[in-house]
């Protein structure tokens, strides 16, 4: 908390709050007086004030920051319950009506989110009908980035289907078909939302909609079906393949095994693009909550160890899911970086030793001099950036071993 290193900052400030220690808390979270462009350290007090208590000073801290987006959706979550919607919708109402006559308005930072901001509060108290009014006006005049899609998401929140199934079925079928098919489901209409999705399979329109299938056979609990309608996807060397989404939503519903049955009779040409990249880690995965974690074992030991990734830390993940949870702990003791030392942190909370997890974690001196290394070596060799050096990082690929990489 020294540092100002907001994370910290919020998890002193929930602490206080907890000991009941109201006005230190307040005191830690208030943004310095000079701090100028701290989204987070104010969307934090504002946070802390309405946990507090102080829904009211939340408020008018947010109404003093800039008019951006960020801000606005924090006025709207932190005021979420209570009872104060109308004084929100006082500040959002001329915000988004000044959007409206003029998108180009100087002075203003992504002013559309006012107007679903403004439809949220709305629909939350239950001013359903001109929430949709709103929305629909908005649609049709294209005013905000995701105006229809968030017009479609409100229809279907409400059960509107005639005009949910005007928008699937015409130029804006992409962004309201998975709406769409949603409200059919929770009106018990599935069987007409899976006619609807083959329909537009079969007349090859372009889009997402042999996932979406895939995804409503699933909650209709009809694996075969759902893994028949995809199978033919499991071999593309390109992005039409859902192999991998497959595999993750079987898993989720805890059907392992069916899961592992996808990976085998794979292409020649698939495995050569694939295996060793992702689908294998996949499979370890997926045999460790199967619980066949042994086998998994057996087979990473059996390769090369400069040929799997995080190969220590993927052995002791599985080691810890056979039940040998000190093995797992001996693992990751030596193993160097953040990655390895969190893991062993969260085995150590899982068993209660709450004093050696947190010695585990490294200072905050060892993990800048542990990024300053992945930024030095990523300019010597030149790798592609995803962000800018200057900001806080995380070479994850595979963010635990028990998570598939897309995840």
Known sequence: MATGWQPAVRTGADVLLRWGRTSQALE?????????AAYDAWRD???VLVEAGLVDEAIDALARRPRDGRTLWTLVTVTEGRGRDERVLELLGPIAEAFRRDPEQPGVRDPGDALSAQARVLERSGRVDEAIGLRAADAAAKRGGSTVEDYAELLARHGRIEELRELATGRER????RPYVTALENLGRAAEAEAYLRGLIAARHPGWYENALMELLIRQ??????????EHTFDDLYDGNLLQATMVLLAEQGRHDQALELTEGRSPEFLAENDAFWLRSNRWWLMGEAGRAGEAIAEVEALPADEVDDREQTIAWLLARDGRIEEAIARLRPLPGTRAA???AELLV???RFAEAIAAVPGVAAQRE????FWTRRVEHEEPSWSDPGEECHDDPWTSPDTAPWQ
């Open 28 to 36: 830690l979270a208030r943004p310095g007086a000079g701090e100028r």
């Open 45 to 47: 007090y504002a946070e």
């Open 174 to 177: 992409y962004v309201a078909a």
């Open 221 to 230: 609990g009809r694996f075969d079906d759902a893994v028949k309608g995809v």
């Open 342 to 344: 969190t893991y062993l």
């Open 350 to 352: 899982q068993q209660g």
């Open 370 to 373: 542990e990024e300053r290394r």
